[in-house]
């Protein structure tokens, strides 16, 4: 795959990045009722101050995305970021999944779709100039 087309999906899976982190995980973790949350299979903790900053860093993080897909080259340590935070999200997945399981199928697509971001930036991180 030439740089020109690698700069190209590399913009398009940050632009479905920043689409999931802001509806799927940010949004609805930060301000969603407990009636939105079960509709994920996910329950209101009793104390939702982890939960909500959760979704508040996640809200945050898209503005750093942002800035990767607008200038993916000049902001390429962000996309490495982005391969370690979504490697670490799904090992702490996997290692929750192996201890004390899963049961909702919403924790389950995160970690594929997490599994799924890590791996393509890692192919896709650009050139240096």
């Known amino acids: 795959m030439n740089p020109t087309e690698k700069l190209k999906w590399l913009k398009r899976v940050l632009l479905l990045k920043i689409i999931a982190v802001l509806f799927v995980w940010g949004l609805p973790a930060l301000t ?4 939105l949350l079960r509709l994920f ?3 209101l903790p009793e104390d939702p101050f ?3 900053t959760f979704g508040a860093v996640s809200v945050g993080l898209t ?7 607008r200038e993916p080259i000049r902001n390429r340590d962000i996309v490495k970021y982005a ?3 979504n490697s670490l999200s799904t090992l702490a997945i996997l290692f929750i999944a192996l201890t004390s399981g899963l049961s909702s ?6 970690g594929a779709l997490t599994a799924f971001f890590a791996a393509a930036f890692w192919v896709l991180i ?4």
Do not use: T
């Not at 969603?32 to 009636?35: D, I, K, Q």
């Not at 503005?63 to 897909?69: H, P, T, V």
């Not at 199928?105 to 995160?110: G, Q, Y």
């Open 105 to 110: 199928w919403f924790f389950w697509v995160s």
């Open 32 to 35: 969603g009722p407990a009636s």
């Open 50 to 52: 982890f939960l909500r």
């Open 83 to 85: 391969v370690f935070d």
């Open 63 to 69: 503005l750093l995305y942002w800035y990767a897909y």
């Open 126 to 129: 650009p050139q240096e100039i």
């Open 41 to 43: 299979g996910v329950s």
